[in-house]
C-alpha cells in the first residue's frame, strides 16, 4: 500500500472506531468492568476527534493516524476471546474480573488507562511511525497534546467515578491503590518505551522481548489496581 493511501486509509477509520465504542456501550452491562473502561476511553476518544475537526492539531494526518492505531489496539483486546485468542497480558486482569462484585468502578476504569497507557500507547506509536514513514519525534506533538488531554480527564474520572467521601479518609484500601499509580508518569514512561522499541526495530528479537515482559510489567499492575475491597 502506497503511503497516501495508508494514511486514507487510517482516516476513514476513524469513524469506525468511534462506531465500534458505541456499540460496546449499548451491548454491555452498566457494571461490567470494560464497560466502566470503555465509557471512558468513548469519552476521550470523541474529544480528540472534536479537537481534530477544530484543526487543533498542526499535524491532523498524524494525529488521526496516532488515535485510530491507538484504538485499534484496545478493540483488539475486546475482540480476543470471541475470536479464541487470550488477550495481551496486560488486558487479561480486566477481563477476568470485570464482574467481580468487590472491585469498585473508578478501579475497573484505571486498570484499563493502566493497560493501555502503559502498553498499547508505546506500540501505537510505532505503528503510527511505521503507516506514516515518520520518526517518533515527529509524532512528538500530538503524543503530548493527548497525553495532557488523558491527565485532564483523569481528575473528572475520578470525581465521577468515587463511591464517596468516607474515600477521602486515608486508612481506606481504595486511597492507597490510587496514590501507587499515576497517569502522567504512565504516559511519560510510554514515551520512552516508545523511543526504545523504536529504535530496536531492526532488531525483532530484542524487541519482541522488551515488549513481552513490558506487556508483563502492566499487566501485574493492572491486576493490583483491581484488588477486591470490603465495603
Do not use: K
Not at 477521602?168 to 514515551?191: C, F, K
Amino acid at each position: 500500500m502506497a503511503h497516501s493511501e495508508q494514511v486514507t486509509a487510517a482516516v476513514q477509520t476513524v469513524d469506525t472506531v468511534l462506531s465500534r465504542m458505541r456499540a460496546l456501550d449499548t451491548m454491555l452491562p452498566a457494571r461490567d468492568g470494560v464497560a466502566v473502561f470503555n465509557r471512558v476511553y468513548l469519552t476521550v476518544t470523541e474529544t480528540v476527534d472534536r479537537h481534530i475537526d477544530s484543526g487543533r492539531f498542526t499535524d491532523s494526518r498524524a494525529a488521526i493516524a496516532l488515535d485510530v492505531r491507538f484504538a485499534e489496539r484496545y478493540l483488539a483486546a475486546v475482540d480476543a476471546p470471541g475470536d479464541e485468542h487470550r488477550p495481551p497480558a496486560c488486558w487479561r486482569p480486566l477481563f477476568q474480573f470485570r464482574r467481580h462484585p468487590g472491585v469498585r468502578p473508578l478501579q475497573f476504569a484505571l486498570a484499563g488507562i493502566n493497560a493501555h497507557i502503559g502498553h498499547d500507547l508505546a506500540l501505537a506509536v510505532v505503528d503510527t511511525c511505521r503507516t506514516l514513514g515518520c520518526e517518533p519525534v515527529d509524532l512528538e506533538d500530538e503524543f503530548d497534546w493527548v497525553g495532557d488531554l488523558l491527565v485532564s480527564l483523569e481528575e473528572r474520572i475520578r470525581d465521577e467515578l468515587m463511591p464517596g467521601p468516607d474515600l477521602l479518609r486515608i486508612t481506606d484500601p481504595l486511597t492507597h491503590l490510587l496514590g501507587s499509580w499515576s497517569l502522567e508518569r504512565a504516559r511519560d514512561a510510554a514515551w520512552a518505551t516508545a523511543r526504545a522499541l523504536w529504535a530496536l526495530r531492526r532488531l525483532p528479537d530484542v524487541a519482541g522481548e522488551f515488549t513481552e515482559r513490558l506487556d508483563a510489567a502492566v499487566g501485574f499492575s493492572g491486576r493490583m489496581l483491581l484488588t477486591p475491597l470490603p465495603d
